[in-house]
């Protein structure tokens, strides 16, 4: 049993990121508690807890990424046994939210899956949930527990920082981008640019324009989530013919769906720089991906809700 500062924990890792959890684990201190996860013949998964939760403030990793659907039953079934084993709270740190892009009805008879999500999470017991980056703000609106939203944008350009890139523009990669854009480059004291790009179907983007002065200088395209990377592959070319020098990507979601991976490797980005919400497996790795560990930033996190501290110092 762990006891930090009087107050009865556990963490439990899911199957999406043990080594996150992990990670987190050995900055707090901790052991991660032990659950075993079983998948039957027909898919279904089954869960045993197997030491007490009975009292304790209880934290869950799991992102909720590919096999998304399978992720969040996981994460499901894991808060209904804690809820049944009478645990005091519990906690789901959710790195990477899958639905998060579902957020808005954009058609006459689309559903509000991110909402969906969300009731599901509360119905089940969830006491808190704890993410990075959320896609839109206003899903912390579709809760009726608390919800924070951590941001990664400091590790990023922190980061971005030891590289020592001189001439920096900060460019949004679409016009929704840009308040992440420009609250990215107030690190750097940069000017930024946006792509004027649209999308004739989901997952495939044009670059119409750009907006902004990027010739002679370095570019740091920042995104919340890579996902197929078409998008910025796409403003990457678009940002070299318009003569920017080195290209760089800075995201906290590496989706990197299909040929996403693949797409980095063969375009005109020097680096993708994202961090580790989401596990990449060896297929999807390459020389020019780059991963920075957002265990600190979390398991801090974790403490100062433990002791009843702010949690928005930690983004300064």
């Known amino acids: 049993m762990a006891n930090i500062h009087g107050t009865k924990v556990k963490l439990f890792s899911l199957n999406s990121n043990p080594e996150l959890a992990k990670e987190i684990a050995d900055y707090m201190g901790i052991e991660l508690s032990e659950c075993s996860i079983e998948k039957f013949?027909?898919?279904?998964?089954?869960?045993?807890i197997t030491e007490t939760v009975r009292g304790h403030h209880v934290f869950i990793v799991q992102s909720t990424s590919n096999p998304v659907n399978e992720h969040y039953m996981e994460l499901l079934i894991m808060i209904d046994a804690l809820k049944r084993a009478s645990a005091r709270s519990i906690n789901v740190i959710m790195p990477?939210?899958?639905?998060?892009?579902?957020?808005?009805?954009?058609?006459?008879?689309q559903p509000i899956s991110a909402k969906l999500i969300a009731d599901m999470l509360t119905t089940a017991?969830?006491?808190?949930?704890?993410?990075?980056?959320?896609?839109a703000a206003q899903i912390q609106g579709f809760y009726d527990i608390p919800i924070d939203n951590f941001e990664a944008a400091p590790l990023l350009a922190k980061y971005i920082k030891k590289q020592k890139i001189d001439d920096i523009v900060v460019v949004s990669p679409d016009h929704g981008g840009t308040t992440r854009a420009r609250k990215f480059a107030l690190n750097f004291d940069a000017p930024i640019a946006i792509i004027d790009k649209r999308r004739p179907r989901p997952n495939?983007?044009?670059?119409?324009?750009?907006?902004?002065?990027?010739?002679?200088?370095?570019?740091?395209?920042?995104?919340?989530?890579?996902?197929?990377?078409?998008?910025?592959?796409a403003a990457a070319s678009a940002l070299k013919k318009a003569g920017a020098k080195d290209i760089y990507v800075v995201c906290t979601h590496p989706v990197l769906s299909g040929v996403g991976s693949k797409r980095i490797l063969e375009s005109d980005i020097t680096k993708l720089i994202a961090t580790n919400t989401i596990k990449l497996p060896d297929e999807k790795k390459n020389e020019k991906i780059t991963q920075i560990s957002v265990a600190e930033l979390i398991a801090q996190g974790i403490l100062n809700i433990i002791d009843d501290k702010s949690i928005s110092s930690l983004f300064k």
């Open 41 to 48: 013949a027909d898919g279904e998964i089954g869960i045993n």
């Open 96 to 109: 990477y939210y899958g639905y998060s892009r579902q957020d808005r009805k954009a058609l006459p008879r």
């Open 125 to 135: 017991g969830a006491s808190r949930v704890i993410c990075l980056d959320l896609h």
């Open 204 to 233: 495939v983007a044009e670059v119409m324009n750009i907006i902004g002065e990027v010739e002679g200088k370095n570019a740091i395209i920042v995104d919340d989530i890579v996902d197929t990377a078409g998008t910025v592959c």
